[in-house]
């Protein structure tokens, strides 16, 4: 059963999908019914960093053996990491909409997301403009490496010197500190660990139907 | 005069080569003097502060990156075999990025003088702007350097620079702009501190992932 964990994922996805809307909720003013956002918005940060990290994991592959399979999946991983990071974004400006009552606040963590898009959408800008696989490999690699640790940086320390509106910060509960009750965390952390499972099989299959479309690319 | 150290010979080498062309920095000097005549033209009399501000650092921005493309893009692809006989990699990324913080700073303080001059000093605390001016210049090389490394490397230079560099370089001009708006609010130097702590800490960064991965670059 080398595939469980795909059906894993599946499955952990929908019972958070269905559960996330049938389950009983804490009721906290503001937030009301949208806390269960959690369930859905949380976990698309969580999978956007872990394929980002294998992304990066992949590009030091590449640099140390001059891989160029292992170039294209730290690619691919990153291509499904920004339709995560899309996700999120959206899910969390529809959240922001009915509880700040606006879809996008100059607030450090929306910041940090926008850097984060620019940051590997400037990864897509390198990949494309260089022909040459090897070069490219070399390139971008070493871009890979060093905005995820930059990015990681930013996202890590620099939200932590300024206030800001978003739930854990300058004041404001966090999910976790008293409202996330069990009840919660029974649907929250399967719907992190099905997302990141279904993640990495999406950046399986980008890579799969590359490789058949280009058979000649497998080195 | 010649050293033996080879870190310090890399830096000599660098420094006569970027002296010889000294047509670019000009370029980048006289974009800044342009931006600020403009600027004073269009305002007629002291801008809002953070108005100022604001000009100020996006005219220095793009005159940094003009200026850091240049340090590797200006490099024809035949000579980065020749200085590899000479000196090592990494030696060579030190001096690059110590002789672009040069230019940045010179840069940033002959801004901020033209700015001075053109549009006034609408600056409370003269001497923590100053200080964050310095450290926020230099500190935009470590990103620069990097950056320019791997653009010079791809086809299309100079367009490639901005949008790799701009983003990295985001944060750091948001460390930059909190900073240089308590100087410009007459904020006192205990209150500067954090903020130029931290300007600091994002330039150390790059600097040392840029020491890591300039050997996998350098392969011609």
Do not use: C
């Amino acid at each position: 059963m080398k595939n469980a964990w795909k059906y894993l994922g599946l499955a952990l996805v929908g019972y958070s999908l269905l559960a996330g809307i049938l389950s009983d909720v804490p009721r906290l003013p503001i937030v009301n019914e949208t806390i269960r956002n959690l369930y859905y918005h949380v976990p698309m940060w969580f999978t956007m960093i872990a394929l980002m990290g294998a992304s990066f994991g992949y590009s030091i592959g590449a640099l140390r053996t001059q891989s160029l399979e292992r170039d294209r999946r730290a690619a691919h991983l990153s291509e499904v990491a920004l339709v995560f990071a899309v996700a999120g974004l959206l899910t969390g400006m529809l959240w922001a909409k009915f509880t700040w009552g606006a879809f996008w606040t100059p607030d450090p963590k929306l910041n940090g997301t926008a850097i984060t898009l620019l940051i590997y959408l400037a990864y897509f800008v390198l990949r494309s403009s260089v022909d040459d696989p090897e070069k490219r490999l070399r390139l971008s690699a070493t871009y890979n490496i060093f905005a995820f640790v930059l990015m990681v940086v930013f996202i890590g320390v620099l939200p932590r010197l300024t206030d800001s509106l978003h739930p854990g910060n300058g004041g404001n509960p966090a999910f976790g500190s008293y409202d996330l009750d069990n009840r919660m965390r029974m649907v929250f952390y399967p719907a992190v660990f099905g997302w990141i499972l279904l993640g990495f099989w999406m950046a399986q299959l980008r890579t799969r139907i590359e490789n058949a479309a280009n058979p000649l690319n497998l080195d | 005069m010649k050293t033996q150290n080879p870190l310090l010979r890399a830096i000599q080498l660098e420094w006569a080569l970027e002296f010889r062309q000294k047509s670019a920095f000009a370029a980048a000097l006289l974009f800044v003097a342009g931006s600020a005549f403009l600027a004073s033209k269009s305002y007629a009399g002291v801008p809002p502060s953070k108005a100022w501000n604001a000009l100020l650092w996006v005219v220095l921005l793009f005159s940094a990156l003009h200026a850091a493309t240049r340090s590797f893009a200006g490099v024809p692809h035949s000579r980065w075999w020749l200085i590899g006989q000479w000196i090592q990699p990494v030696h060579w990324l030190w001096a690059k990025a110590l002789v672009t913080s040069v230019q940045l700073v010179v840069l940033g303080l002959s801004s901020l003088g033209l700015f001075a001059l053109l549009l006034g000093l609408p600056v409370g605390n003269v001497s923590g702007f100053v200080a964050t001016v310095v450290l926020g210049s230099a500190g935009l090389s470590g990103v620069l350097t990097t950056t320019a490394a791997i653009a010079a490397q791809a086809d299309s230079r100079a367009s490639l620079m901005a949008v790799l560099s701009i983003p990295l370089l985001l944060p750091t001009l948001a460390t930059i702009q909190r900073a240089s708006t308590l100087a410009v609010a007459g904020l006192p130097w205990s209150e500067l501190w954090m903020p130029l702590g931290s300007i600091a800490l994002l330039a150390a960064v790059p600097a040392v992932l840029g020491t890591l991965l300039f050997p996998y670059l350098w392969k011609p």
